[in-house]
């Protein structure tokens, strides 16, 4: 499956964007997606995931009541909705498909296919 992540783009502190993460490939509802980020100098890091179904969301404790994770199978799409910006959600954010067990997981090291990334930089 290819993943093209988009919606990035810069914004004021308090500010809102929507990711969008779009699949092509296999059957999309066959996998787990999840986000991450990686702000400059720093390693990567789990931001939210969604099962296949979309029945079950995870979110890393930084960016839970902030952030949230759907999707859209019928359009092969995943989101996140991100509200309430920080300065320090700077980073680029990648989408990754989860095939062999489609559930959400905060480990970068479950995940099979990665996207390209988007940034977000939000400034104070």
């Known amino acids: 499956v290819q993943l093209q992540a988009s919606g990035g783009g810069l914004v004021q502190a308090g500010g809102s964007l929507r990711l969008s993460c779009a699949a092509s490939?296999?059957?999309?509802?066959?996998?787990?997606v999840g986000w991450f980020r990686q702000a400059p100098g720093k390693e990567r890091e789990f931001v939210a995931a969604?099962?296949?179904?979309?029945?079950?969301?995870y979110s890393a404790g930084s960016v839970k009541g902030r952030f949230t994770i759907s999707r859209d199978n019928a359009k092969n799409t995943v989101y996140l909705q991100m509200n309430s910006l920080k300065p320090e959600d700077t980073a680029v954010y990648f989408c990754a498909a989860r095939a062999r067990y489609p559930y959400p997981s905060a480990s970068g090291r479950d995940y099979d296919y990665w996207g390209q990334g988007t940034l977000v930089t939000v400034s104070s």
């Open positions: 490939g296999r059957t999309f509802s066959d996998y787990a």
């Open positions: 969604i099962s296949w179904s979309g029945g079950s969301t």
